[in-house]
């Protein structure tokens, strides 16, 4: 074959040229690889490497109309727990033949319709995204261009029909028994920012219904909202110690927040858990590293990934999909936890006890129900989420 000029992009033509078949039987090879003979897939492929050629996406999208990709939207990057969940996503993709893009809006909800936007500019097949509250706008977008999409991480405060994830409120509930088990009725609350983020909604509101069906108010000053991130954890504690009287046990909804404020109590001396408990959420394998190791709540960050992958395939290849079930979230206690000490600030004071209505827990449970998300009459499971 004669020199071609360097600067010049080889073709389909001439891959085919060079592994001696037809145009047709080159351009099978690499759509759809199953339906060729492997000494033709083979020559094709032997080809391609040869000249370095690439596929013109834009021109495969074109006359498809598909681009064979998948956005997923995520609240931040920096969250191990969401890698989990990426990399089972992607796995499935690539082995039905799609392809993922990855976007963050790092938190700031106020940009993720024009980040979206931007997105389903590029060309997408569907869109997969973290949480079930999204501005209405989103969906306007989704419906006037038919784009299948999939939510994921919670089943919470949601009408939609495809949603991969946990009752975020039912585990933190089940979380929160943990700690009360033990004898602590001093609760404090370190969520993100709940704003557009129901998930941090059903975790906050999740341990104030089981503080409330305990007979505990839960003080407005005791319920923190801070960045979720190690530094959002270490400032809470230097809040809470500034506090006249402080909790006895601090719940964090992340254990990035709940290993921020671990290493706080290690820098000014406290105790954990002798002078104050910690609990974490997520379940990520650095919680378990901490010493002490650190209670949470365990994820199926993996299993969320891959099967919104699979579902988001069905739809678009025209499958019926049924509407998934919740998915199992595994309370883990740890040595984060231990009862309450009697000499911390607080103790006895009674600011942990009486839930009338205009008590924080009071009003959780009335939210909660409200939405329709009321706990079902189950038996209580045990600290693994066993069911006795």
């Known amino acids: 074959m004669p020199d071609k000029d360097p600067h010049c992009r080889p073709t389909l033509a001439d891959v085919a040229k060079l592994a001696g078949v037809s145009l047709g039987s080159a351009s099978r090879a690499l759509s759809v690889p199953d339906q060729v003979k492997p000494s033709t897939l083979q020559a094709v492929n032997r080809a391609v490497a040869q000249l370095g050629y690439i596929r013109d996406g834009a021109a495969r999208a074109l006359a498809s109309r598909r681009t064979r990709t998948i956005a997923a939207v995520y609240p931040t990057l ?50 997969i995204m973290v949480g079930t509250d999204h501005d209405e706008d989103v969906f306007s977008l989704f419906r006037l261009r038919d784009l299948p999409y999939v939510l994921t991480w919670s089943v919470d405060e949601s009408s939609h029909p495809y949603c991969v994830g946990i009752s975020n409120f039912d585990a933190a509930y089940r979380l929160a028994q943990c700690a009360l088990t033990r004898g602590h009725q001093r609760i404090g609350i370190c969520s993100g920012a709940s704003a557009r983020n129901e998930r941090a909604r059903g975790r906050r509101d999740g341990i104030l219904a089981a503080a409330s069906e305990a007979g505990l108010d839960v003080p407005q000053a005791w319920i923190l909202e801070r960045p979720f991130s190690y530094e959002g954890g270490r400032d809470a504690i230097r809040c809470y110690w500034r506090m006249a009287h402080r909790p006895s046990v601090i719940f964090f909804g ?50 969320i990934g891959s099967k919104a992958a699979k579902i988001m395939v069905d ?25 309450p000490s ?47």
């Open 342 to 388: 009697d000499t911390a600030p607080g103790s006895g004071s009674g600011s942990g006890s009486g839930s009338g209505s205009g008590s924080a827990s009071a009003k959780a449970t009335q939210r909660h129900s409200a939405s329709g998300h009321s706990r079902r009459a189950t038996p209580a499971p045990d600290a693994f989420g066993r069911h006795t």
């Open 254 to 303: 992340t254990d990035l927040q709940a290993m921020g404020a671990l290493d706080e109590c290690r820098r000014r001396g406290i105790d954990v858990p002798g002078e104050v408990s910690l609990v974490g959420f997520d379940g990520i394998d650095e919680a378990a590293m901490m010493r002490p190791a650190i209670t949470t709540v365990c994820i199926p960050a993996h299993d």
């Open 315 to 339: 739809l678009i290849e025209g499958r019926q999909v049924e509407p998934p079930a919740p998915m199992p979230a595994i309370v883990v206690e740890r040595e984060s936890v231990g009862p």
């Open 78 to 127: 920096t969250n191990p727990i969401f890698a989990h969940s990426t990399h089972s996503m992607q796995q499935t993709l690539w082995a039905s033949g799609y392809q993922l893009l990855i976007v963050s809006h790092e938190y700031h909800v106020e940009d993720e319709t024009t980040l979206i936007r931007a997105t389903l500019e590029r060309g997408i097949d569907g869109i």
